[in-house]
């Protein structure tokens, strides 16, 4: 019978999938490890600068400038200004990123390219262009210091600079999340009796909370570090950031250090916080 | 009571439709794919929008284009629909599957309800998994029992089974039949497999190219189909003239050939097998008979070249223009 006259080749142990069989034993060493060596050259180059900070701080260099008077003010300014980004953010990005992924917007194309356009400005420019938006000689500006309020060296100016930069990073994500959301479940949350907004509150956004968490973080990370658009329409009050960039400039590198590092300190926990508990949240939805 | 009146525009052509189910009953809608069954569905669950129609449930109006104007939204419909994919939400557990459509915190009431119906589909022990844990048929189980617990006033269902091994498939038709019993609620299955809506339904209604063309029971739509197109759908594979009626022709079913003459039992034919294979625990075997290629499924195997006289049992017999004609009592029919 033709059936039992099929040889059955058995893969080489710890490889599987088609094909490799017909690789020589050798080659597959020599690429497995070539591949093995890049991972890590770009995984260390990617990490180099933290390492390089971790092993150029000293104990005395961290205690001196942190124990100089408001020498923690920038990041009471930072973290203060970052939540009311991220709120910003979840207020008008999410039913943005919401219609991006289900294409209820006319033109998505239009739209996207929007949210693209301020990923791909360079900050400085931004922060340039802001000027001419929200300036005190702008019709915005006019608005602003009507209700008393200037988008020019304030806390409402960091905060806007802050939007600009990490907006796209959330909404895209977010876009992302919900995308990957079924609509047919939506479709069975309404047939069930939701209303749309119950069926998002119960449906959509649970199933999208792990991508819209990391979403969230990643936006925060780069508000904690926006610099580009800040420098330029929020010199002051001064945020983490410039702290940083000041220091630098009138005491130099090393009293520099102390202020990068806690910026990382403040800015990463809640990234990586986020990353795992959107990995527990998929693994408990497997089972 | 359910009544649909509708016409659906789709891309190709327009389901045009007029239908009336009663409470506790179970109709089908079979037809080939793309014939627009789950287009029919869908206006009736408010997930399409009909160009022109009136749609009405338990006394109330979910659709009409007429004045006024009324289009529910599908969830003020109270219809609930299930698709091939179960549908389940993978972030909540089978319990709160379950209780979805319950809002407010489920009372002794609800769990009592809740305890009911588990027993009955025998989920009872998946309460607290996760629906990414479920078997195939455990997870459409499941999503039956939420549709019970949503107190539907209708009940759909597209295709549910389809991809499920025949035994499964089986053991939920018939579920799902004594539930809808049970729940006085009307019905509609779509499928495009016969023996699926026989299984299922008390009415068939035959639907192609968007237009219904014939609704009665399991067996009248197979045994007196009223024009050619619906015996073609249920299976008339061979179409043979019948002897002195000029231009009428009689439709064999497989199923409906037996070896032998009996003429007062249908239309004899003699005819030269030409080929034969095994169709499940029958020989299905094709014959040149009459000047046409027919197929039967006979218990025995026959050898090609074999002579046979052979009786299709009670024919439906049809018009040049489609139209079935002299159907009843064969001994001596067409009239």
């Given at each position: 019978m033709a059936a039992s006259q099929v040889t059955v080749t058995s893969p080489a142990p710890g490889r599987g999938g088609p094909g490799g069989a017909a690789v020589p034993r050798g080659l597959r060493y020599a690429n497995r490890s070539l591949a093995l060596t890049g991972t890590g050259i770009i995984w260390i180059a990617?990490?180099?600068?933290?390492?390089?900070?971790?092993?150029?701080?000293?104990?005395?260099?961290?205690?001196?400038?942190?124990?100089?008077?408001?020498?923690?003010?920038?990041?009471?300014?930072?973290?203060?200004?970052?939540?009311?980004?991220?709120?910003?953010?979840?207020?008008?990005?999410?039913?943005?990123?919401?219609?991006?992924?289900?294409g209820?917007?006319?033109?998505?194309?239009?739209?996207?390219?929007?949210?693209?356009?301020?990923?791909?400005?360079?900050?400085?420019?931004?922060?340039?262009?802001?000027?001419?938006?929200?300036?005190?000689?702008?019709?915005?500006?006019?608005?602003?210091?009507?209700?008393?309020?200037?988008?020019?060296?304030?806390?409402?100016?960091?905060?806007?600079?802050?939007?600009?930069e990490s907006a796209p990073y959330y909404v895209l994500g977010a876009q992302a999340a919900f995308s990957s959301v079924d609509p047919r479940l939506e479709e069975q949350a309404a047939l069930l009796g939701d209303p749309p907004r119950r069926a998002f509150r119960r449906v959509s956004v649970p199933l999208a909370a792990p991508g819209l968490a990391v979403a969230l973080t990643i936006a925060w990370a780069r508000a904690m570090g926006a610099f580009g658009a800040v420098v330029i329409i929020a010199y002051h009050p001064t945020a983490l950031p410039l702290q940083i960039w000041t220091t630098l400039q009138e005491t130099g590198l090393p009293s520099a250090l102390p202020f990068a590092l806690v910026l990382l300190v403040v800015a990463l926990p809640l990234p990586i916080a986020a990353y795992i508990w959107s990995a527990r949240a998929r693994g408990r939805r497997r089972g | 009571m359910l009544e649909a009146d509708v016409e659906v525009d789709r891309r190709d052509f327009s389901v045009r439709a007029s239908l009336t189910v009663a409470q506790g009953e179970r109709l089908a809608l079979f037809g080939p794919s793309g014939a627009g069954k789950t287009t029919l569905l869908e206006a009736i669950a408010g997930l399409a929008a009909p160009r022109r129609g009136r749609i009405a449930l338990a006394g109330r109006v979910l659709t009409s284009t007429g004045k006024p104007q009324i289009a529910l939204p599908p969830w003020q419909r109270r219809v609930g629909l299930l698709r091939q994919d179960p549908g389940l939400f993978p972030h909540l557990s089978v319990r709160d599957n379950l209780l979805y459509a319950r809002l407010r915190r489920a009372g002794r009431a609800d769990l009592?309800?809740?305890?009911?119906?588990?027993?009955?589909?025998?989920?009872?022990?998946?309460?607290?998994?996760?629906?990414?844990?479920?078997?195939?048929?455990?997870?459409?189980?499941?999503?039956?029992?939420?549709?019970?617990?949503?107190?539907?006033?209708?009940?759909?269902?597209?295709?549910?089974?389809?991809?499920?091994?025949?035994?499964?498939?089986?053991?939920?038709?018939?579920?799902?039949?004594?539930?809808?019993?049970?729940?006085?609620?009307?019905?509609?299955?779509?499928?495009?497999?016969?023996?699926?809506?026989q299984a299922f339904a008390d009415r068939i209604a035959v639907l192609d190219q968007g237009q219904i063309l014939q609704i009665g029971t399991p067996s009248d739509v197979v045994l007196r189909p009223k024009v050619r197109r619906v015996a073609e759908l249920v299976g008339y594979t061979g179409f043979v003239p019948v002897p002195g009626f000029a231009k009428i022709v009689a439709g064999v079913h497989p199923d409906r050939v037996t070896s032998g003459r009996y003429p007062e039992r249908g239309?004899?034919?003699?005819?030269?097998?030409?080929?034969?294979r095994p169709s499940g625990a029958l020989w299905e075997i094709t014959i040149h008979a009459a000047g046409a290629t027919i197929v039967a499924r006979l218990p025995e195997a026959a050898p090609a070249g074999l002579e046979l006289a052979l009786t299709v049992l009670d024919p439906p017999c049809f018009s040049p223009d489609g139209m079935a004609v002299g159907i009843g009592e064969w001994a001596g029919a067409p009239r």
């Open positions: 990617l990490l180099g600068p933290v390492i390089a900070l971790v092993t150029h701080l000293s104990w005395h260099a961290i205690t001196s400038s942190l124990s100089a008077p408001g020498a923690f003010d920038p990041l009471i300014l930072s973290v203060e200004s970052g939540a009311v980004t991220l709120g910003v953010l979840l207020l008008l990005g999410t039913p943005l990123a919401w219609a991006l992924a289900r209820a917007l006319p033109f998505p194309r239009v739209w996207e390219a929007g949210v693209l356009a301020s990923m791909l400005l360079p900050p400085l420019v931004i922060g340039l262009l802001l000027v001419f938006m929200v300036g005190p000689y702008t019709p915005i500006g006019h608005v602003l210091a009507d209700l008393h309020l200037s988008a020019t060296d304030t806390f409402l100016a960091l905060v806007i600079a802050q939007v600009y | 009592g309800e809740l305890a009911e119906v588990t027993d009955v589909l025998g989920i009872a022990g998946l309460l607290a998994a996760m629906p990414a844990r479920l078997s195939g048929g455990q997870a459409h189980r499941v999503a039956l029992g939420r549709l019970l617990l949503a107190h539907c006033d209708a009940l759909l269902f597209d295709e549910p089974y389809t991809g499920l091994d025949a035994g499964l498939r089986r053991t939920l038709t018939d579920l799902v039949v004594s539930l809808v019993a049970q729940r006085r609620v009307p019905s509609i299955l779509v499928a495009h497999e016969l023996a699926e809506t239309l004899v034919l003699e005819g030269t097998v030409t080929g034969g």
